[in-house]
């Protein structure tokens, strides 16, 4: 018997038409609520949700999908990634463009089709976003979000402080993460907010970095996940002590479980789930770095895990015995280091943000007084190569 059994998925026709559309997927997330499931169409430039119903008899488990509603959005540049910052407010990760974000009506037209214009939007530029790809998002408190994203081919990761009250308006923006980065992939906060994980692809590694107000773009990970190939989406698991990565060179999604030294370290698969069927992953295994599984959530009970990949939009699978095995071979507990209030976490992530801008900005004006200077020397450089032309002009060795 499979540690990780597929779970049936019952779609209606009408759903199996939606999924067919969406051509090539990518990330995938389960709504606050478990009760919807977004899809990121990358190449036809959607996003497509799907009203979901798990049904538990005799210990299986059963998914039914009856429902569903297409996003269409001029807004939607090749969507990679993307996460519910509430209920009905997705965040979009395009790879080509800027980061959307979309309040999702709450009527269904007969078409289940809707166009609609973002609320808000993460911007290049002014927010310091170039070709996004992943996003996390984690809720600081009185409607503040904190908001991070993979820069994936400038090799860093942005961070942003959202205002739920003003439509998602960005409130400062500013790089967060950037040494040892080449081509960050998949993002995940930790559910206490101790901890952020990036899928670092061409280093073939999830790097783990300690989610306090010393991080910055010169920060070292406290920790390290090994033993994969091209690591894509990843998710810590509820209590934060698994966490699950997509492997998109291999058929594999690979578990690692916290130690006594919780994060800190290298870490190697404690479980390897394989997602996919080696036929479709052969039909995409076109390099080494494709084929395999992209995105992938937990849901909020940690009972079912939901894997996409192009060959294979969506496939959902039971890990309960997972939860049960790592239980049973804990002898530790994941305590945060610190009993603190909601107030004084949302104080300290606040303190953050201002000291990480704060830095960004100074680095910025030192930025700036660099280029004036080199202009300035170039300027003097221009200058006298002409008072030399003229003087060889005068002496009529040249007209």
């Known amino acids: 018997m499979d540690l990780c059994p597929r779970i049936s998925f019952v779609p209606s026709d009408g759903v199996k038409t939606a999924l067919a559309n969406l051509g090539r997927?990518?990330?995938?997330?389960?709504?606050?609520?478990?009760?919807?499931?977004?899809?990121?169409?990358?190449?036809n430039n959607k996003i497509?949700?799907?009203?979901?119903?798990?049904?538990?008899?005799?210990?299986?488990?059963l998914i039914k999908c009856e429902d569903w509603l297409e996003i269409n959005s001029p807004s939607l540049n090749y969507p990679h990634g993307l996460f519910w910052i509430d209920g009905s407010t997705l965040v979009i990760a395009n790879r080509s463009g800027e980061a959307p974000i979309l309040k999702i009506p709450s009527e269904k037209p007969d078409s289940r089709t809707v166009e609609i214009m973002p609320v808000e939007t993460i911007r290049r530029g002014r927010d310091l976003l170039r070709s996004p790809g992943s996003v996390s998002v984690s809720k600081i408190g009185?409607?503040?979000?904190?908001?991070?994203?993979?820069n994936n081919y400038a090799n860093n990761v942005s961070r942003h402080l959202l205002d739920g009250k003003d439509n998602f308006a960005p409130q400062g923006s500013c790089r967060l993460l950037a040494k040892g980065l080449d081509v960050p992939d998949g993002i995940s906060h930790s559910h206490s907010g101790e901890w952020i994980a990036v899928s670092n692809h061409r280093r073939n590694a999830?790097?783990?970095?300690?989610?306090?107000?010393?991080?910055?773009?010169?920060?070292?990970?406290?920790?390290?996940?090994?033993?994969?190939?091209?690591p894509h989406g990843l998710r810590f698991s509820h209590d934060d002590r698994l966490i699950f990565v997509a492997d998109a060179g291999a058929q594999l999604v690979h578990v690692y479980k916290m130690d006594h030294r919780r994060w800190v370290g290298k870490h190697f698969p404690a479980y390897e789930l394989r997602?996919?069927?080696?036929?479709?992953?052969?039909?995409?295994?076109?390099?080494?770095q494709e084929g395999g599984p992209?995105?992938?959530?937990?849901?909020?009970?940690?009972?079912?895990?939901?894997?996409?990949?192009?060959?294979e939009p969506i496939v959902f699978f039971d890990v309960r015995k997972i939860f049960e095995s790592s239980s049973a071979h804990s002898?530790?507990?994941?305590?945060?280091?610190?009993?603190?209030?909601?107030?004084?976490?949302?104080?300290?992530?606040?303190?953050?943000h201002v000291n990480l801008m704060a830095k960004s900005n100074a680095k910025a004006r030192a930025q700036i007084e660099a280029l004036k200077k080199m202009v300035a020397a170039g300027n003097q450089e221009r200058d006298a190569l002409l008072q030399q032309l003229n003087d060889i002009k005068s002496e009529g060795l040249l007209k």
């Open 331 to 352: 002898n530790f507990a994941n305590k945060p280091p610190d009993d603190i209030t909601e107030a004084e976490r949302m104080r300290l992530s606040l303190l953050g």
């Open 206 to 230: 999830v790097f783990i970095f300690k989610n306090d107000s010393s991080l910055d773009e010169e920060s070292e990970p406290i920790g390290k996940l090994r033993g994969m190939s091209y």
């Open 142 to 150: 009185q409607d503040l979000y904190d908001v991070v994203i993979c």
């Open 294 to 311: 992209k995105g992938l959530d937990l849901m909020g009970d940690d009972r079912i895990l939901v894997v996409s990949c192009e060959e």
């Open 275 to 288: 997602a996919m069927e080696n036929e479709a992953f052969l039909r995409g295994h076109v390099n080494p």
């Open 48 to 61: 497509l949700l799907l009203d979901i119903k798990v049904k538990t008899a005799k210990g299986e488990i």
């Open 25 to 43: 997927t990518e990330d995938v997330q389960f709504s606050p609520d478990d009760r919807r499931l977004a899809i990121a169409g990358y190449n």
